[in-house]
């Protein structure tokens, strides 16, 4: 059976007062080892409430979460931070060690590791997110830049080696090069050790190059689950969450009212050939 | 985190009634004289009638009872200690139906015991009947306008108000990010409440020291956007929500007033 797996789940905030909210409808979904997938929504959509029931964070008001094929309620907490590893959005609030390597060892010190491995998990995790571990591991963690805290507190949970990596929004509020360098750290990561990746996102953008599988979540249902090319097609799926179109999407849309025969295409270059072989010219990447 | 989710604070529920669109300051002084009100009237059919005045209170903000009843959760306790200790333990007088070693149930102790609870009771209900129809916030500006006779003695009022008002204002801010903190550490395999006291305390530092670094953090932004936007105390600050003293609220007092001098006047 699948690694996660999700049966009509559904989730209300604060039940039986007045001020009681849905935030997941009878949500259903597997996820399967290795797979990537982005979570796409608008705000208050139900995105962080879905990633907080996978990491057992919080338990459905209805429905049940397998983790694999076990009951949400029936693990440690402790064990399931070894399989789900959840990094919240600006995880760097949740700083609070003197140094750099104790920030990095307080996960793996939680999870049991013996102490001659945690030097090694640290550094490990580090050296991951492009971070000197010699150079760092006694500063302070409330003293490092923006883009580097962020890294940190991503490595914080990279250095439990959960075998999902769930992220929510990991690059608010970063500039465009901090976004980039951690979109490449993670994608990077994830390659290398076979992880499974959740990343959650309201920019399609920034998800589109990581992942293969997409979810629309829309006021707490999920309107769309399937492949990026699919989701890119289907502009209607798009509209109804309120999400922008991706550049790329909103280029072929552009052109392809122009007249130009090009649906399907999703890179430049496909683009590019497209419309050379509608003009009658060679590919140029052929010469 | 039940705890967090029944804080008390907060607990404003929005409606169209006649007491919610009274002026706070009418209700406020209300509620004041209600209190002081109910230490004045002895235990006969005043307290019946005193009782009417909350159902009837209870009727205008349109509200279910079951909230005033969950208002009362927290005292529940308060109330049946007193009730207890003034039966068994209270003043001697009247009657005497049962008495062994330093328990005592007379006539006069049962009396008090009644009275004394229905006194909290009271307390609670007319102080949910405030807060449950009037904002935080309508309620700090209308203390702010109560005590402004206090300035001649100096007393900052306005710089008083705007300090609750802030602090009021952060504390669902702080425990939803006490909630999220709990949260992104248990992901960290932490865990709380377990093991001896000693542990226990750790385990809360790695939530109670992000907490503060974040508060800290918030009030620097909050004081830089109030600069920013020429914030200087109250010196010739107007409002933006400006509430205005009408005959519904004259009539409001009156009926209290007199509603209460009749209560006096004939039990």
Request: charged share 25%; with cysteine; glycine share 6%.
């Amino acid at each position: 059976m699948a690694l996660i797996s999700l049966k009509s789940v559904s989730y209300t905030y604060l039940k039986d007062t007045p001020l009681e909210k849905e935030a997941l409808l009878n949500v259903s979904l597997n996820v399967e080892h290795g797979e990537r997938i982005g979570i796409l929504g608008k705000t208050g959509s139900g995105k962080s409430t879905l990633i907080q029931l996978i990491g057992g964070l919080i338990y459905p008001t209805s429905g049940e979460v397998y983790v694999k094929d076990k009951e949400i309620r029936k693990w440690n907490s402790k064990e399931l931070c070894k399989i789900v590893g959840v990094v919240f959005q600006y995880p760097e609030y949740q700083f609070f060690a003197e140094t750099v390597f104790e920030e990095v060892a307080f996960g793996p010190k939680n999870i049991g590791i013996s102490e001659e491995k945690i030097e090694d998990c640290v550094k490990s995790a580090l050296i991951s997110v492009g971070l000197s571990y010699e150079e760092i591991k006694d500063r302070s963690p409330f003293h490092l830049s923006g883009g580097e805290k962020r890294r940190l507190a991503i490595a914080s949970i990279l250095a439990m080696d959960p075998e999902v990596l769930i992220l929510d929004e990991p690059t608010a509020n970063l500039d465009p090069r901090g976004k980039l360098q951690i979109m490449n750290y993670i994608d990077r990561w994830v390659d290398k050790k076979q992880k499974t990746l959740i990343i959650v996102s309201h920019d399609l953008d920034e998800v589109m190059r990581l992942v293969r599988r997409v979810i629309v979540l829309k006021a707490g249902e999920i309107i769309f689950d399937g492949p990026s090319e699919r989701l890119f097609m289907s502009y209607d799926k798009l509209e109804e969450a309120e999400l922008d179109l991706p550049e790329i999407v909103r280029l072929v849309k552009i052109l392809q009212e122009k007249g130009y025969p090009i649906e399907g295409a999703f890179t430049v270059q496909e683009i590019v050939e497209r419309i050379l072989a509608y003009k009658g010219y060679k590919s140029l990447w052929k010469c | 985190m039940e705890v967090l989710k029944t804080f008390p604070i907060g607990q404003y529920i929005p409606a169209n009634s006649i007491l919610h669109g009274l002026d706070a300051k009418a209700k406020i002084i209300a509620s004041f004289w209600l209190i002081v009100f109910i230490f004045l009237i002895r235990l006969n059919l005043s307290y019946l009638f005193f009782f009417l005045l909350i159902m009837l209170g209870i009727f205008l903000s349109s509200l279910p009872l079951k909230y005033f009843l969950r208002s009362l959760k927290p005292v529940y306790f308060l109330v049946l200690f007193t009730f207890i200790i003034h039966f068994f333990f209270g003043e001697e007088g009247g009657r005497v139906f049962w008495r062994f070693g330093i328990i005592h149930i007379t006539e006069l102790g049962i009396k008090m015991a009644i009275f004394m609870s229905l006194r909290l009771i009271f307390i609670v209900m007319i102080t949910s009947l405030l807060t449950l129809t009037t904002s935080v916030l309508e309620l700090a500006q209308a203390l702010e306008d109560l005590l402004k006779p206090l300035k001649y003695f100096k007393f900052p009022v306005h710089e008083f108000s705007m300090m609750m008002t802030i602090a009021i204002r952060f504390v669902p801010t702080l425990l939803d990010e006490t909630d999220k903190i709990i949260k992104a550490q248990k992901a960290r395999g932490a865990e709380f409440g377990k093991g001896n006291i000693v542990n226990q305390a750790k385990s809360l530092l790695p939530v109670i020291i992000p907490l503060f670094v974040n508060a800290f953090r918030r009030a620097n932004e909050l004081a830089e956007a109030m600069e920013s936007r020429c914030y200087r105390g109250g010196e010739g600050r107007t409002r933006y929500r400006r509430t205005y003293w009408t005959l519904k609220e004259t009539s409001f007092i009156f009926f209290i007033g007199i509603y209460s001098a009749l209560l006096l006047i004939f039990f």
